[in-house]
C-alpha cells in the first residue's frame, strides 16, 4: 500500500525539465501532497476550473499562462494531479509526465480511497 509519507518524493521525481511544482489535490483544491514550489492559489483555481468543465470524458486540462504552462490530470474520481511547468516548458513533455504519474499513482490512490 502507498504511505502518504512517500507521495512527496513520486511526484518530486516529475520536477525537471522546466516543471516548477507537482501537486496532488481533491477536486476541493486542497492539496494532499506538493512537491516543489508552493503554489497554493494553482490548486484552488485549477480545481474550481476542472469541476466546471467536468464530465466523464475529461481526462486532462491544459493551460497556458503568464508565468508558465499548467497540465491537470485526473488520477481518480476524487483526485488530480497538476504539474506546474515554467514558460519554456512543452505541453506534449508536462502531459507525457502527467500521464505517467498518473499512471503510476491511480492503483495505489483507489486503494487507499476505498480504505478510508
Not at 494532499?32 to 483555481?45: D, H, N, P, W
Not at 483526485?79 to 507525457?96: E, H, I, N, P, R
Amino acid at each position: 500500500m502507498l504511505q502518504p509519507k512517500v507521495l512527496p518524493r513520486i511526484l518530486e521525481q516529475a520536477n525537471t525539465d522546466g516543471v516548477k511544482a507537482t501537486i496532488l489535490l481533491n477536486r476541493n483544491g486542497l492539496q494532499l501532497a506538493t512537491s516543489g514550489e508552493e503554489l497554493k492559489a494553482v490548486s484552488a483555481i485549477y480545481a474550481n476550473i476542472w469541476n466546471l468543465y467536468d464530465d466523464s470524458s475529461l481526462d486532462y486540462l491544459l493551460s497556458d499562462c503568464e508565468e508558465g504552462k499548467i497540465v491537470v490530470a485526473k488520477v481518480t474520481e476524487k483526485l488530480l494531479l497538476c504539474l506546474c511547468g515554467d514558460k519554456t516548458s512543452q505541453f506534449g513533455m508536462l502531459k507525457a509526465k502527467a500521464k505517467i504519474m498518473k499512471q503510476y499513482l491511480e492503483e495505489p490512490l483507489k486503494q487507499l480511497l476505498d480504505v478510508t
